[in-house]
């Protein structure tokens, strides 16, 4: 079994920040990467950003620098750091996981359960 479980999500004022915590635990033999992704209802789910193992990053073209993403590869953990926080912000922000688990020789997709990311005054 491999398990995401995402945390740091509230409510936050606009221009402030916040920053949101993915953490994989599990069977996990390796990771291809990780990422983020948001959501907001009755629009598709939409990328953020993902750092690859060799920890290169990409983004999604909204994001333009307020958004970071980076990793602590000892506790499989994956972080965003959010800046200047819009109320267009507002979503359900996901994780993504590519990973392969132990006794397996493929790589599969996993995603947290997800976090609301509110940001009103």
């Known amino acids: 079994q491999v398990q995401l479980v995402e945390s740091g999500g509230g409510l936050v004022q606009p221009g402030g920040s916040l920053r949101l915590s993915c953490a994989a635990s599990?069977?996990?033999?390796?990771?291809?990467?990780m990422g983020w992704y948001r959501q907001t209802p009755g629009k598709e789910r939409e990328l953020i950003g993902n750092?690859?193992?060799?920890?290169?990053?990409n983004y999604g073209d909204f994001v333009k620098g307020r958004f970071t993403i980076s990793r602590d590869n000892a506790r499989n953990t994956v972080y965003l750091e959010m800046n200047s926080l819009k109320p267009d912000d507002t979503a359900v922000y996901y994780c993504?996981?590519?990973?392969?688990?132990?006794?397996?020789?493929?790589?599969?997709?996993?995603w947290g359960q997800g976090t609301q990311v509110t940001v009103s005054s």
């Open positions: 599990g069977s996990i033999f390796s990771f291809r990467s």
């Open positions: 993504k996981a590519i990973l392969m688990r132990y006794s397996t020789d493929i790589y599969r997709i996993y």
């Open positions: 750092i690859q193992n060799s920890g290169s990053t």
